[in-house]
């Protein structure tokens, strides 16, 4: 079936570091995919995403690539701030076939130190 | 902005008890979703709905039901709480088939649930 899967967490880095969490997917159509942030005792809010292949999605000083050759679409930032502290979840949506519901991974927690 | 509120943050309640997650949205999304958080394991998909009065069952609807009377109300309802339903969840909606972006879901902050 269709699935994500996520680097595990916790990620642990200095301030100013580069950053990159990997995601690959399996999928059996053309998804769209997605990065969601959850800040602590908040919701999820979408930080960028990408509807074909070859898309690069960015936001915030964040990228990501949609790379079908490979399943993957992985999280990268050149800088990070103490503000990044976070939990990312990966997802994929399937509209056609699936209505729009998201598959998610399972996230990884990134934790920023001074 | 697309908001998604829920009715509370936080929740303590007895085993037994029936217990409701309201979750409201104000963009005339056309899809909602309830998912629990859970360490390690990520977000599940409870319950969804394309319509009003339309629902449909996720990974895990044990233990639970829906009521989508109105189109930008999304009710989750747990008949007899029972401590495994201790978590976080989380509400979402989405514009649907039609729109530029029809599959972003946007979230409520959560409701940290807590069964005793």
């Known amino acids: 079936g269709d699935s994500v899967t996520q680097m595990e967490g916790p990620v642990t880095l200095s301030e100013e570091a580069f950053l990159t969490i990997n995601c690959t997917y399996t999928?059996?159509?053309?998804?769209?995919l997605f990065w969601y942030v959850q800040y602590p005792g908040e919701g999820l809010q979408l930080l960028l995403k990408?509807?074909?292949?070859?898309d690069k999605g960015s936001n915030k000083g964040f990228e990501a690539t949609y790379r079908k050759e490979t399943t993957s679409f992985h999280l990268e930032k050149g800088s990070v701030q103490v503000s990044d502290s976070a939990v990312y979840f990966c997802a994929l949506s399937l509209i056609y076939n699936q209505g729009g519901k998201l598959i998610f991974g399972q996230g990884t927690e990134l934790s920023v130190k001074p | 902005d697309v908001k998604v509120t829920q009715s509370s943050r936080y929740l303590v309640k007895r085993t037994g008890e029936k217990v409701f997650l309201e979750c409201v949205q104000d963009?005339?999304?056309?899809?909602m979703f309830w998912y629990r958080q859970d360490p390690g394991l990520g977000l599940r998909l409870i319950y969804f709905?394309?319509?009003?009065?339309?629902?449909e069952k996720g990974d895990i609807p044990e233990g639970y039901s829906v009521s989508r009377e109105k189109k930008e109300r999304f009710s989750l309802i747990l008949e007899s709480a029972s401590t495994n339903q201790t978590s976080m969840y989380l509400c979402?909606?989405?514009?649907?088939?039609?729109?530029?972006?029809?599959?972003?879901?946007?979230f409520g902050p959560g409701t940290r649930l807590t069964v005793l």
């Open positions: 999928a059996t159509g053309y998804p769209s």
């Open positions: 979402a909606s989405s514009l649907g088939m039609t729109g530029e972006s029809p599959d972003t879901q946007y």
């Open positions: 963009m005339d999304h056309e899809n």
């Open positions: 990408a509807t074909k292949a070859d």
């Open positions: 709905s394309y319509d009003v009065k339309m629902k």
